[in-house]
């Protein structure tokens, strides 16, 4: 079977090694044709536009930074719906908003073409895990389309979900990420607070660690450390930002308050705002140090 595969990121481009190693042929498209280079040498094909890859194929999947890129592959210029038949599969794994989704269902449904949500988490790294195919996949949309694509979403998966509806595999994922990115920036800013206070960071977390904060506190070595600094990220703190911010949209849709979600919001806010959007998502270590005044990391 030939798959189409819209947007070879840093997720995207170990996805689509994955399917080929299960044998699925693939026709790849990216906006920057460098990033399938490796891709087409492993016998991938390219394409010229998301039109051309969704002509080719009767199931397509993208994986794109967010809800604005995903409109301009499906409906721009040359994009997907120009060159989609009937009965084609559109699967999109990017991080959106429920109500996006929604929308594009509707819109590719008027066209015959069947829309799942397919957003994707991981514990740890996502590129690497898609490598180690333990990702985790939140799926909303017609259940008898879902199985007839998990298999290939087992290729770089450990668990598929079936949420529900088109939007609630995205309130998933956003409310996801919420925890964890909002719970890492309560831990940093509770090492600015104890520092300040005159604490050695490290004694902190010694405590912490046989407190009951315990389970929380892991990671926190690792800030210390500054481990990971330098390293290209396979998560930018700008995705980061761009997860949070819908959620707390995703709050406001809904009519839930969000109080403590709006202010990490705008930790990620004012850390893009420095400059630091393509930094991993714990570099919002960095505006808490600046503005606290405090120094927390070694060799920072």
């Not at 490796?38 to 809800?67: C, H, K």
């Not at 819109?107 to 799942?116: D, N, Q, S, W, Y």
């Not at 892991?218 to 390293?231: F, L």
Request: glycine share 12%; net charge negative; aromatic share 4%.
């Amino acid at each position: 079977m030939q798959i189409g595969f819209i947007g070879i990121g840093h997720m995207g481009n170990p996805m689509v090694r994955q399917l080929m190693r299960a044998g699925y042929e693939l026709v790849v498209h990216d906006r920057r044709q460098e990033t399938t280079a490796n891709l087409v040498e492993l016998g991938a094909r390219w394409a010229d536009s998301p039109a051309d890859a969704a002509s080719q194929t009767e199931i397509v999947f993208t994986s794109l930074p967010g809800p604005a890129e995903v409109d301009e592959v499906v409906l721009g210029e040359k994009g997907l719906l120009d060159g989609a038949k009937a009965g084609t599969v559109h699967v999109d794994l990017t991080s959106s908003l429920p109500s996006a989704a929604r929308r594009l269902s509707s819109i590719e449904g008027a066209r015959g073409v069947t829309f799942l949500e397919a957003p994707v988490s991981d514990m740890v790294s996502g590129a690497i895990g898609a490598e180690e195919a333990r990702l985790t996949v939140f799926v909303g949309g017609d259940a008898a389309v879902l199985e007839k694509v998990r298999p290939m979403l087992e290729t770089f998966s450990k668990h598929v979900f079936h949420t529900g509806e088109i939007g609630s595999g995205n309130v998933v994922k956003l409310t996801n990420n919420m925890i964890s990115l909002g719970s890492s920036v309560l831990i940093q800013e509770a090492l600015a607070v104890g520092v300040k206070a005159g604490l050695d960071p490290m004694k902190l977390y010694e405590m912490w660690n046989v407190s009951s904060a315990s389970r929380w506190v892991q990671g926190v070595p690792r800030i210390i450390e500054n481990a990971g600094a330098g390293r290209e990220p396979t998560f930018t703190l700008l995705l980061s930002a761009k997860d949070v911010g819908c959620c707390v949209e995703l709050a406001r849709e809904v009519g839930a308050p969000m109080t403590v979600g709006s202010a990490v919001s705008q930790v990620f806010t004012r850390t893009v705002a420095r400059g630091l959007g393509g930094a991993a998502p714990g570099a919002t270590i960095e505006t808490i140090e600046a503005e606290a005044g405090v120094k927390i990391r070694k060799n920072a």
